[in-house]
């Protein structure tokens, strides 16, 4: 069973910029869609992105135009670049399948943007 391991997360200011990371340990060659979520303080977990194996990606109305979701599936990584953050991007993101949840959920990684 593939796991999947988030980092990148940290505090950044209004407008910046992070890039976060999502390992497998396993190949990810054969997963059809990889998404990005994200989870709140008293909210429920919320997809953010998705990217497919051919390429294609949709992503959430609240990220549009602001974050963009890659994959190598040579080094079995996804990858979720956020730019002009906002208070409200602050939570923790995590990498899992997509649309079901195929596997367990990691920790994630905390993203906080405050000034």
């Known amino acids: 069973q593939v796991q999947f391991v988030e980092s990148g997360g940290g505090l950044v200011q209004p407008g910046g910029s992070l890039r976060l990371s999502c390992a497998a340990s396993?190949?990810?060659?054969?997963?059809?869609?990889m998404g990005w979520y994200r989870q709140a303080p008293g909210k429920q977990r919320e997809l953010v992105a998705r990217?497919?194996?051919?390429?294609?990606?949709e992503y959430a109305d609240s990220v549009k135009g602001r974050f963009t979701i890659s994959r190598d599936n040579a080094k079995n990584t996804v990858y979720l670049q956020m730019n002009s953050l906002k208070p409200e991007d602050t939570a923790v993101y995590y990498c899992n399948t997509w649309p079901s949840f195929t596997a367990p959920w990691g920790e994630g990684t905390q993203v906080t943007v405050s000034s």
């Open positions: 990217i497919y194996n051919g390429g294609q990606t």
């Open positions: 396993g190949s990810i060659f054969r997963i059809s869609v």
